[in-house]
Nanobody, 128 residues
Framework: DVQLQASGGGLVQFGGSLTLSCRAS????????IGWFRQAPGKKREGVSCINKSGGSTWFRDSVRGRFTISRDNAKNSVYLQMNSLKPEDTAVYYC?????????????????????WGQGTQVTVSS
């Protein structure tokens, strides 16, 4: 079975840090770009960051650039989202997703319709 397991969420204070992990199984991980999305209550899901299949290209939305980093370890079928200097507006459920088209570029991240597999989400709550 195809699975993407997101983990690492939790409650953190303003300015704190969290590292989210996304572990994949059931498909050839090296062939997929991975994206992180988030959805806050009452808001649309939005792309946060992505990394292409080789790890050589990454993208961040403006509001997190400089605070978040993304990396992948293909040997462990895993992608990591390091989140620093967290703000209350980062509060959301975070999802990882896999894209076989490998469309993650430095200038853009594909919208959620291009992603083939989705994880179940992990809650991140930042208190002020």
């Amino acid at each position: 079975d195809v699975q993407l397991q997101a983990s690492g969420g939790g409650l953190v204070q303003f300015g704190g840090s969290l590292t989210l992990s996304c572990r994949a199984s059931g498909f050839t991980f090296d062939d997929y770009a991975i994206g992180w999305f988030r959805q806050a209550p009452g808001k649309k899901r939005e792309g946060v960051s992505c990394i292409n299949k080789s790890g050589g290209s990454t993208w961040f939305r403006d509001s997190v650039r400089g605070r978040f980093t993304i990396s992948r370890d293909n040997a462990k079928n895993s992608v990591y989202l390091q989140m620093n200097s967290l703000k209350p507006e980062d509060t959301a459920v975070y999802y990882c997703a896999a894209d076989v088209h490998n469309l993650c570029l430095r200038a853009t991240m594909p919208t959620d319709v291009y992603y083939d597999y989705w994880g179940q989400g992990t809650q991140v709550t930042v208190s002020s």
